[in-house]
């Protein structure tokens, strides 16, 4: 079976002797495990200030993509688990009775799961959504406690409500929350490079835009896929094709109208591009109209607006992830019983496994100590090895990135020395005696973080 | 030439055919390099760090791009004895087997016979991992530069460096001892006179419980 990563905790797991997640104690969805290869997971996280409609919109496009295929035959979908389908009632409900949701608590998240089948050209995916509490983004110090589901995720929606920014009483901008975001990600030690930032902007009845904007948002052909009394365009009337011009189209002018009218918009396009963020721009009305501010209304029967956006978009920038091959290869040899400290190992396995498909082994050993999702061993094989390495390198695919922890020289690694295995392998030496000559080298002392192998490793990747 | 057929072995090491024999020879003496797959591959408590160790002591390592003339032989696994060298023979298949005294002098013999191979000819043996072919390729041209030094014609069998390589253990079958060496060293390495060309063996002491560090070996194929 390939790598199944736990979509409660975002670590890798032996699926297959159980499908309970081992940090958090929950069952993950047989079928989300089974199928993980045919129905990848869609990982999206949602960033945004409070109240600015991060929960209200996900509610309005689960309910849109339960009808779905009104526009695309065969399309359908699926909720994985009991705690998926009471939130979506309880958003069904909240919308039959005109309520919205209430602002979503500040724990961790557990997301929601919800498999999508058979949408046109871009196959099955498996939504594994998590809706972050917005009070989280206002505080520095919060965001890598809470938001570790970020780790997996390729794509983010970056919700912004304009009309809530303008009458902000702080005065927040679009930056503040990118600031906010990007120092959580520093945090985390993801790298941004290659990452998809979807801004959303929510309430887009209500914002004060171009006309070509709100045109935009009322050509919407979905507007009417919740209602019963409206006609969908059938497969034969709509071209996808078209339709995601159209999206492109919108997103350049949101882009420049971000630039140039948003407080911050600027700075915020810059400081994203310089990270090497892909940006995308839609505008959308979850509710279709503002809710009567008594009531506070969510309803099941109202026009939504480019509610359909954000998703297409991230269907559209978010291919499957090939996951990348991380090998953690540890000292066997007589000397290596410093290795094996509980500070270390566990540490450095646990934080190498966010990043990859993580596989340990030995030195002096072809096969794999463990394989991913497989904790290390916790004490050196009973026959110490020669400090080897060759045989590992020459079975790994180029991909594969190495942090080798050693307490001396290792025999062979001067083989490599003209190879380019010399940029893709971290030698972290304990002790006194060293290895000479390798590039990637780190001295590592009792005492010191892990953390620091960690993001040694991360440069090279 | 292109009569002759290679087969690579589970190290990843080129043997050639041998007609003289019926069997294929390891191409060059068994390497450092070679014996490390099969020391990665089973975790044995003889063949721990320690062996190793011990190994590299008597004739030390040298990294593939670093391998000249002036050290060539530091490429070779030595020291070795000889129920060592049945064991990773057995690593390496059923079919495989220290050569007989008789097997090794007939098949260097026959290829004394025979000029040198361009190494162009692995160019077709697309599996041949990197490292290897840098082995295969400083081997060749020390060992070039040794032949030269020491006066010798260059043969197909010292291209294969059954002479200016290391002592290959032989088994010596009826005969009153069991295990022998064939091959000539190349000075630097381990000065001595003796010479594979007269078909008698160099018969050691003690091969059983001393490790004699210019002592290495070559494996001979009989596939069914």
């Known amino acids: 079976m390939a790598r199944v990563i736990c979509p409660f905790c975002l670590k890798p797991h032996d699926f297959m002797s159980s499908l309970e997640c081992p940090v958090y104690k929950e069952t993950v969805p047989a079928a989300y495990v089974r199928d993980y290869n045919k129905v990848p997971p869609l990982w999206l996280v949602t960033i945004g200030f409070t109240q600015h409609g991060k929960t209200t919109y996900l509610a309005a496009l689960t309910l849109m993509l339960e009808s779905i295929d009104k526009v695309w035959d065969g399309v359908y979908y699926r909720h994985l688990d009991q705690y998926t389908l009471d939130t979506i009632r309880q958003w069904r409900q909240e919308a039959m009775q005109g309520e919205l949701p209430p602002a979503n608590p500040k724990a961790v998240p557990r997301p929601i799961l919800f498999n999508i089948y058979n949408i046109p050209e871009s196959g099955s995916r498996c939504l594994v959504m998590y809706d972050v509490s917005g009070e989280i983004y206002s505080s520095l110090s919060e965001v890598e406690e809470y938001v570790t589901s970020i780790k997996q995720v390729k794509t983010t929606w970056f919700l912004v409500s304009l009309p809530d920014l303008l009458s902000d009483e702080e005065g927040k901008t679009i930056t503040d929350l990118f600031n906010v975001y990007l120092s959580g990600m520093e945090n985390l030690r993801i790298d941004l490079r290659g990452q998809n930032l979807i801004v959303v902007y929510t309430k887009g009845d209500e914002a004060v835009f171009p006309r070509e904007f709100k045109d935009y948002l009322r050509a919407d052909p979905f507007r009417g896929l919740t209602r019963r009394d409206t006609i969908i365009p059938g497969p034969e009337d709509f071209s996808l094709e078209v339709y995601i011009q159209g999206m492109r189209d919108i997103s350049n002018q949101l882009q420049e109208y971000t630039r140039k009218q948003v407080q911050g918009g600027a700075a915020f396009i810059s400081m994203a591009k310089a990270n090497g963020m892909n940006l995308a721009f839609c505008v959308t009305s979850a509710l279709g109209e503002s809710p009567d501010s008594a009531s506070n209304r969510l309803r099941a029967d109202a026009f939504r607006y480019r509610v359909l956006d954000p998703f297409l978009w ?140 960690v993001d040694a490793l991360l440069r090279l990747l | 030439m292109a009569s002759l057929r290679f087969e690579l072995d589970r190290a990843g090491f080129p043997m050639v055919w041998v007609d003289a024999i019926n069997a294929y020879v390891h191409w060059i003496p068994v390497t450092k390099v070679q014996f490390e797959y099969f020391l990665c591959a089973v975790p044995d408590s003889h063949f721990d760090a320690g062996w190793y160790d011990e190994i590299l002591y008597l004739n030390p390592r040298v990294a593939p791009n670093e391998i000249r003339a002036d050290n060539y032989w530091n490429a070779f696994l030595t020291g070795v004895m000889p129920s060592e060298v049945q064991r990773y023979a057995r690593w390496c298949g059923d079919e495989y087997t220290v050569p007989t005294l008789n097997d090794w002098f007939a098949a260097y013999t026959a290829l004394k016979a025979l000029p040198p191979e361009p190494l162009s000819a692995f160019d077709s043996m697309g599996e041949v991992r ?38 290959e253990w032989v088994e010596c079958r009826g005969r009153h001892f069991q295990w022998g060496g064939m091959g000539e060293t190349f000075s630097s390495f381990y000065g001595g006179l003796f010479t594979p060309d007269h078909g008698q063996p160099h018969v050691p002491n003690n091969p059983e419980t001393e490790r004699l560090h210019a002592y290495g070996f070559r494996l001979i194929w009989r596939p069914v």
């Not at chain 1, 340990?360 to 026959?383: E, F």
């Not at chain 2, 082995?135 to 014609?153: C, H, M, N, P, Q």
């Open chain 1, 314 to 453: 991230a269907v559209i920038l978010e291919t499957p992830a090939s996951s990348r091959p991380i090998g953690l290869v540890v000292d066997a040899s007589r000397k290596s019983r410093s290795v094996y400290d509980k500070a270390l190992l566990p540490v450095v396995w646990d934080h190498l496994s966010d990043y990859g498909e993580l596989t340990t082994y030995y030195l002096g050993q072809a096969s794999p100590a463990s394989r991913p999702g497989q904790r290390p061993l916790d004490s050196p094989p009973s026959v110490a090895h020669q400090r080897l390495i060759g045989p590992i390198l020459e079975e790994a695919s180029p991909e594969t990135r190495f942090m080798v922890i050693g307490t001396g020289p290792i025999t062979d690694l001067a083989d490599f020395q003209n190879s380019p295995w010399r940029d893709r392998v971290l030698l972290v030496m304990m002790g006194e005696d060293h290895q000479r000559d390798w590039p990637n080298t780190i001295v590592y002392r009792t005492g010191d973080a892990p953390t620091v192998l």
């Open chain 2, 130 to 167: 990197e490292r290897v072919r840098t082995v295969l390729t400083r081997l060749d041209s020390a060992s070039r530069i040794a032949l030269k030094e020491a006066g010798y014609e260059r043969t197909l069998a010292d291209q294969m460096l059954m002479r200016m390589g290391v002592m």
